[in-house]
């Protein structure tokens, strides 16, 4: 076995280039062998080992900067730097990350969960690099769907005028997450099945070397007339070309020897270059092959022989409730547009953009793009239904701000992985949105404590023509509830008690309401009744119970899975000083100012204290100096 052999790049360059193709086969049976017991990025991977092991191979690591763009598909290259060991504990808590963690391993030297940022990074190193005095090569490794991305793009514009050297490998698989669209998309399209300009500039080259003595203007008209060939017979590269980076191919990204023959011909170039490299996503495991946007990021485990994912049997998750509920919406009012960000699958919408395809709207990576266009599409009178993760909503804050609050027109919001995602870790925490829309004005949120509230909240949000309406709901299945026979508009800004009591009031939203009524269950046994409010209006508050509850001078513990600065509890914290009014007091559990790594969502829970053991403590507490007072 070569694999058991490699624990440092220095390693595989004791390899002889004959042997490298066993160790690609090694590498892939190693990779479907561990994801299928912890999950994981396994399409993205499969379709790299080459890429990979070319790097490594030619280039020297970490003296020589590898960025890869997202980072899931770095998993060979921690295998190659020393990590193969720890790939049981992949995404698990203190385990190894799934994607690039620069305090795992000096080979790692950017972190990314959001796609579209290599080629930034790579112009930074680039350019501290020159101001140092330094000689290492830059190399950014991305997809052809993050070259989708709008920061990309304003990469690419740079790199090509600032002329450093620095070379980009675009790894063109055809997929980001989902199928990719766009004009970029049909170009990188053309470039990849265009034959007649390759074998006519070969053609020419080989002519022109026959010809003795070239040199001076024959040479320079020589060079001019291949790139008239270049415009007028084919697009290859020449996108690139006038960004301003050399370019070298197609190349076929699984042959090892035409990589390493790039790789040695780009370094020649003293600039920019870019090596367009064609990958299979899901290379060498048919499942993967056939359906790479299933297999993009596999949750559980899975049946190697038959690629069948092990699921739980359970209640549907949120993700699968919003996108059915949407469809029944859309069947009765045509008014309603879904808009997304290369997540169709993701957002639960493929059953939607096959009943409604005209109707359907992915727009790629390219989440500012996505809010802008919303915006217009409200203020034409449609009632567009954005649907992003809450992670990468952050990427469109400023089309928030300015486009769709602003001028306060009828976006739905519907905000999916809302609170902790276990496995895929900080980068993609849901944690920050109620922070960062809160405060903007003409903004309403909401989040449902199950799925047929859920329902309720998405027909609340169409009815609404208020202005900007978000529905935020998590990455889990819902609780098993039976949906109304309808589904029913909530009024704004009010909040329902599910349980009474009259020791303490714990307002909570979202999963934390049944951990709350959980907490209140462990209480009861001790003779402390807790009143448990389903808050699910986080702005607007319900002003009425929040003067009621300063009334009756009870405590109030706050609980919600995202950040406390800037949280619910905060809004009611300030709600209370603006008011003049003095509660009992207010008590905030959430997720403290860190930024919460990988691990199950239970476990993320346990590390924060928003588990019912953990406020059922704190509450029993606040129920036992109440209880002082009151004597």
């Known amino acids: 076995m070569l694999l058991e052999r490699i624990d440092s790049p220095d390693d595989l360059k004791k390899l002889t280039l004959p042997e490298l193709p066993q160790l690609a086969e090694e590498i892939r049976h190693f990779l479907i062998r561990k994801l299928s017991v912890t999950g994981g990025h396994l399409a993205p991977n499969l379709g790299v080992v080459e890429l990979t092991l070319a790097l490594h191979y030619h280039y020297d690591s970490p003296k020589d900067k590898f960025i890869f763009d997202v980072g899931h598909q770095a998993y060979v290259h921690k295998m190659l730097t020393g990590r193969q060991d720890r790939f049981d504990t992949l995404r698990q808590k203190d385990g190894l990350c799934g994607f690039v963690k620069r305090n795992e391993s000096e080979h790692d030297v950017w972190e990314a969960g959001h796609s579209s940022t290599s080629l930034s990074a790579a112009m930074g190193m680039a350019l501290a690099r020159d101001l140092k005095g330094e000689s290492n090569r830059v190399v950014a490794i991305i997809g052809d769907g993050a070259l989708t991305g709008g920061m990309a793009l304003e990469a690419l514009n740079h790199i ?54 070239i040199g001076g203007k024959l040479a320079r008209t020589a060079d001019r007339v291949k790139d008239s060939l270049k415009y007028l017979i084919a697009p290859d590269g020449m996108l690139f070309e006038e960004f301003g980076l050399k370019y070298f191919g197609p190349v076929d990204g699984h042959d090892l020897s035409k990589l390493l023959e790039a790789f040695k011909q780009a370094d020649q170039v003293d600039g920019p270059v870019l090596v367009h490299v064609l990958t299979t996503k899901g290379k060498g495991y048919s499942p993967a092959e056939a359906d790479s946007h299933k297999w993009h990021g596999v949750s559980g485990a899975y049946k190697i022989e038959s690629g069948q994912v092990i699921k739980p049997v359970g209640p549907p998750m949120y993700t699968e409730v919003f996108g059915n509920a949407l469809i029944e919406l859309a069947e009765q009012d045509s008014r309603i547009v879904a808009v997304t960000p290369a997540m169709p699958g993701g957002s639960g919408l493929l059953k939607f953009a096959e009943k409604f395809p005209d109707r359907m709207y992915d727009v790629g990576i390219a989440e500012q793009h996505a809010g802008t266009m919303s915006a217009a599409l409200a203020m034409e009178g449609m009632k567009p239904v954005f649907a992003v993760y809450s992670t990468f909503l952050q990427r469109a804050y400023d089309q928030v701000v300015h486009d769709i609050c602003r001028q306060n027109l009828n976006v739905v919001f519907a905000i999916d992985r809302a609170g902790f995602v276990g496995a895929d870790g900080e980068t993609h925490q849901g944690v920050y949105d109620i922070a960062f829309l809160r405060h903007i004005p003409n903004m309403v949120i909401m989040m449902p404590k199950d799925e047929n509230e859920l329902r309720n909240m998405l027909r609340t949000a169409i009815d609404y023509d208020g202005g900007p309406i978000a529905v935020r709901y998590p990455r889990i299945e819902g609780v098993g509830v039976e949906y109304d026979e309808r589904m029913t508009a909530i009024e704004i800004g009010t909040w329902e008690t599910v349980r009474d009591g009259d020791y303490a009031a714990v307002l909570a939203i979202g999963p934390m309401v049944q951990v709350a009524e959980d907490a209140a269950d462990l209480l009861k046994r001790e003779g402390i009744n807790v009143r448990v409010v389903n808050a699910r209006f986080v702005k607007p508050l319900d002003q009425q119970m929040l003067l009621s509850l300063a009334k009756e001078r009870l405590p109030i513990m706050v609980v919600e899975e995202g950040a406390v600065q800037g949280g619910l509890g905060s809004a009611i914290l300030e709600f209370y000083a603006l008011q003049g009014v003095q509660p009992a007091s207010v008590h905030l559990a959430g997720i403290p100012d860190l930024f919460v790594e990988h691990a199950t969502v239970k476990e993320q829970r346990e590390e924060v204290g928003l588990t019912a053991e953990s406020l059922a403590q704190r509450l029993a507490s606040l129920s036992v100096r109440k209880r002082q007072r009151a004597t």
């Not at 055809?174 to 399209?189: F, Q, R, T």
Request: glycine content about 6%.
């Open 160 to 213: 090509g005028h600032e002329k450093r050297k620095l070379m980009v490998v675009l790894n063109d698989n055809e997929m980001s997450i989902a199928p990719n669209v766009g004009a970029i998309h049909n170009y990188l399209g053309k470039v990849r099945t265009e034959k007649i300009y390759r074998k006519a500039k070969d053609e020419l080259d080989w002519l022109l070397r026959k010809v003795p003595a």
